[in-house]
């Protein structure tokens, strides 16, 4: 398995309060992708990273910001979370090329009160 | 924006069974990936499809790619409850900056 861990795994927070989710990943992978997961909506891009800070907006990025200090993580934060973004996050990598074999992380479950 | 439509939704099936899912699209897509997720963890790929009329098989599962890369199937043969998950087609298009589009999924779920 590609190593990958995300923090936290679980999440509760009221609306309008900060939050951020990390993305660790041992294994030297350039790209990393944040992507969130709704029913009925499928796995939407957030945004992604094709280096150490450098980062671009994904489909559904308002709300959201992001940054790569360092290669091998990658944060993802909600300035003043609302109940839209409650939701299942979860964060990708990729070796070989942009979008090419992407192993994902297990997962944030967030829930925004 | 690029849409991929995954049918059906839901399956339920008996052990044994064969079935087969689909992913269409009114576009063209450089490459077709296919994952699949379990329940509290992360997709995972299963195979990645990238000529038009390319079939791939993996143990009992056959991935085929439509010859004009708008759609693509994937056949299991004598379903196992191992079998049981999420089955995510996702596509990219190189003319679009090799974004990545996911279909909404199937879910399976066979039963001993």
């Known amino acids: 398995d590609a190593g990958i861990t995300q923090s936290p795994r679980h999440k509760v927070t009221e609306t309008g309060t900060p939050v951020t989710l990390r993305c660790h990943q041992t294994e030297n992978h350039r790209y990393m992708y944040w992507y969130r997961q709704d029913p009925g909506h499928g796995l939407r891009l957030i945004h992604y990273?094709?280096?150490?800070?450098?980062?671009d907006k994904g489909e559904v990025s308002d709300g959201y910001s992001v940054s790569r200090s360092k290669t091998e993580d990658f944060l993802l934060t909600l300035e003043s979370a609302t109940s839209s973004q409650t939701s299942v996050y979860f964060c990708?990598?990729?070796?070989?090329?942009?979008?090419?074999?992407?192993?994902f992380g297990s997962g944030t479950q967030l829930s925004v009160l | 924006t690029q849409l991929l439509e995954q049918s059906p939704q839901f399956l339920s099936i008996q052990e044994g069974e064969n079935l087969t899912v689909y992913c269409n699209s009114s576009s063209v897509f450089s490459s077709l990936q296919w994952y699949r997720q379990e329940p509290g963890e992360g997709p995972v790929l299963l195979v990645t499809?990238?000529?038009?009329?390319e079939v791939k098989k993996l143990k009992r599962l056959t991935f085929q790619f439509g010859d004009a890369r708008k759609d693509s199937s994937l056949h299991i043969t004598a379903a196992q409850p191992g079998d049981t998950g999420l089955y995510l087609c996702?596509?990219?298009?190189?003319?679009?900056?090799?974004?990545?589009?996911f279909g909404g999924g199937t879910r399976l779920m066979v039963k001993p």
């Open positions: 990273s094709y280096g150490v800070k450098d980062t």
């Open positions: 499809v990238v000529t038009g009329g």
């Open positions: 990708a990598i990729s070796k070989t090329g942009f979008n090419e074999k992407l192993f």
């Open positions: 996702a596509g990219t298009n190189n003319n679009a900056g090799n974004m990545l589009t």
